[in-house]
């Protein structure tokens, strides 16, 4: 009996031993790395993700020397249309007919959901940056995805939490009529209820909206100290730009910003945006690894970077780093030591991969600068504070997702 | 079909072979999404081609299709095949209700009706729980086909795409070659001489409505199948304008028109996406869409059977 164990023991490890060393010590499919980088390269999001965020990863290649361990990388791009039918039967050609190791970048969140279940399913490697959801972590949680730059979460109770504590109390909220609205919309709820202020009214307005006035006008009217935007892309510069038409600011109201780009902010321009408080993943005058960092994108690209090109950068470096410390290409072995390994470039100080899939950072509260106060073109943010990432981020003991044990 | 005086069983016969090799030469994902696409429009085509009437809310029944055979995947458990039916049965329904109120009028108004009753379906997706809003409906099982043979792999998963294709494509063909199908295309050249002569117009359209219908929301299942996801593109205007596109490009009132625009719009959406030209897929569809209502008018298909008219016959 135990020696038919012990048989059993050795035949198992033995197993196992040769399952660990096919995995390692210089194993790479196809000779090459490649990766891959799907965005939306023509839509709403292009701005913010696209054809810029290509460029940060066509840097991240050249900065590790275009091959790791003498293994040429090599990357394909497409862009998705926003469309999740399209970017998930890229992705599955991708990995079926190209094999792609990976795929970085990702913006609208039903194109990363679906994304990432191809990726699950075909055990492959993906990196979100993009996409806002605080769901891709949570109830669609995956073990092969990594969400790298922000999520709603993230972003809701940061600006809440802060406007709040320095004593915007009473809030309007004005919500986009869908799902991602009224997730945004209840984060926000209870992180003012539980720091001691209070939703005075909300309106939900339809998505897409265009004519903000009778909105806005309600807010005005409600008396509220802070007018809460939980909408994005279009929605959020048009609310904007009806609050700037009515005063709302210089009459004393406040602008609290859910989902807020640095290039809408740049294309809205500052005396719109004035005053407006926000969470973001990255600033580019933060500090001097960042300057520095971002210079050389606008030296490329001529416009400064958004939180998630800087974030395509910093996942597909990571990325890189692993593969060159595992010595190997395969998905679990550079999954293992992405993990292992605390971020640590100008994007993040100490960020750590969760087993949800969740890159912990820190982010930052900022508001954006007045016109006069502004010095050149890309100055817009002030940085207010920096929100701890275990503070900023949705804690574990709270997630649905599969992957977290309680 | 290309001329009456060949035999089409033979065109039947190679294109069918051709369909079958298909995926041992091109991605069979690629292939089961042109195929999808090709029988939404070929539905499409059923109404605009032969009765002639403009329908701009289809993407409702494309979406119908897809969100009930998904949530019925996820949620119940069923089988693949049921999945689909359901899926079918319910756009068909859904087509039923359209029809009855949108044929009441004509021409522009009726594109209108349709495409005001496919906006409330798209905002009833859109707020609906099960549907998972902007997300869409993700993670929908393929399933085993009869219990028997599993779809997850991509080739069984396109010859079972196959099959419905063919299904709905002989029906459409069957269809259009039957008296109801002279009747509807009498309706679409001159509608008061079709009710002189004592036909039930009204009903006519209706029964061609339905089917048009359900055929778009049985390639809409296939599609949430496929994919494993189903999602507010599908219900979005855009899709109603672009199974128009599609239609147009490939010939109107042509069978394979219809297929061969699919397979035109389809391969510049996946292959346009990749490369330098990657930003730039909505202005060259857009252009090729002027191009085509400038120049070529009949469409693809169309102008080749003007062609052979002209020079075989």
Known sequence: ?406 | MISKSDNPKVLYGVLLGLAILAPLAIYPVFLMKVLCFALFASAFNLLLGYVGLLSFGHAAFLATGGYITGHILTQWGLSTELGIIFGTLAATALGYIFGKLAIRRQGIYFAMITLALAQLVFFLFVQAPFTGGENGLQGIPRGNLFGLISLQDNLSMYYFVLAIFIFGFALIQRTIHSPFGQVLKAIRENEPRAISLGYDVDKYKLLAFTLSAGLAGLAGSTKSVVFQLASLTDAHWHMSGEVVLMTLLGGVGTLFGPVVGAATVVSLQNYLAQGPLGSWVTVILGLIFVICVLAFRSGIVGEIQKFMRKNFE
Not at chain 1, 37 to 47: E, F, N, P, Q, R
Not at chain 1, 74 to 86: C, G, H, L, R
Not at chain 1, 122 to 146: D, M, Q
């Open chain 1, 1 to 406: 009996m135990t020696l038919t164990k012990k048989l059993l023991a050795t035949a198992v490890m033995s197993a196992m031993a040769a399952t660990s060393t096919l995995a390692q010590a210089g194993q790479y499919s196809d000779d090459e790395i490649r990766v891959a980088y799907l965005a939306d390269m023509s839509g709403t999001y292009s701005a913010l993700s696209g054809p810029g965020g290509l460029e940060a990863a066509k840097m991240a290649i050249e900065d590790i020397g275009g091959s790791i361990n003498g293994k040429k990388i090599t990357i394909v791009s497409a862009d998705d249309q926003n469309k999740p039918d399209i970017g998930a039967n890229k992705v599955r050609q991708w990995i079926d007919v190209d094999n792609i190791d990976m795929v970085a970048g990702m913006v609208a969140s039903s194109v990363t959901i679906a994304v990432n279940k191809v990726v699950e399913q075909k055990n492959k490697i993906s990196l979100v940056s993009g996409s806002a959801a605080s769901s891709i972590t949570n109830e669609y949680c995956t073990p092969n995805s990594i969400h790298w730059v922000y999520d709603t979460y993230a972003l809701a109770h940061g600006t809440a939490k802060a406007v709040v504590q320095e004593g915007g109390k009473s809030w309007f909220m004005l919500t986009a009529d869908y799902a991602f609205g009224h997730a945004l919309e209840r984060d926000v709820e209870k992180v003012v209820q539980e720091n001691g202020g209070e939703i005075v009214d909300k309106v939900r307005h339809p998505f897409p909206t265009s004519d903000f006035s009778s909105f806005i006008l309600q807010a005005q009217g409600s008396g509220a100290q802070v007018i809460g935007l939980a909408n994005a892309g279009a929605d959020t510069t048009n609310s904007l730009k009806t609050a700037s038409e009515f005063g709302i600011t210089q009459a004393g109201q406040k602008l609290a910003g859910l989902l807020i780009f640095l290039n809408d902010v740049h294309s809205l321009g500052l005396k719109v945006t004035q005053g407006l408080q926000l969470t973001t993943g990255f600033y580019w005058d933060r500090t001097e690894e960042t300057r520095a960092w971002s210079q050389r994108y606008f030296e490329r690209t001529g416009r400064m970077p958004t939180m998630v090109q800087a974030g395509v950068y910093s996942s597909l470096m990571h990325y890189f780093k692993a593969v060159q410390a595992a010595d190997t290409d395969e998905t679990q072995a550079v999954l293992q030591q992405m993990r292992d390994t605390p971020v640590n470039d100008f994007f993040a100080q100490n960020g750590k991969i969760r087993i949800d899939g969740r890159m912990v950072h820190d982010m930052y509260l900022a508001e954006v600068k007045k016109p006069a106060d502004s010095t050149n073109e890309w100055d817009l943010y002030k940085v207010l504070r920096t929100i701890p990432g275990d503070e900023a981020y949705r804690p574990l003991s709270e997630s649905q997702c599969k992957l977290v044990q309680k």
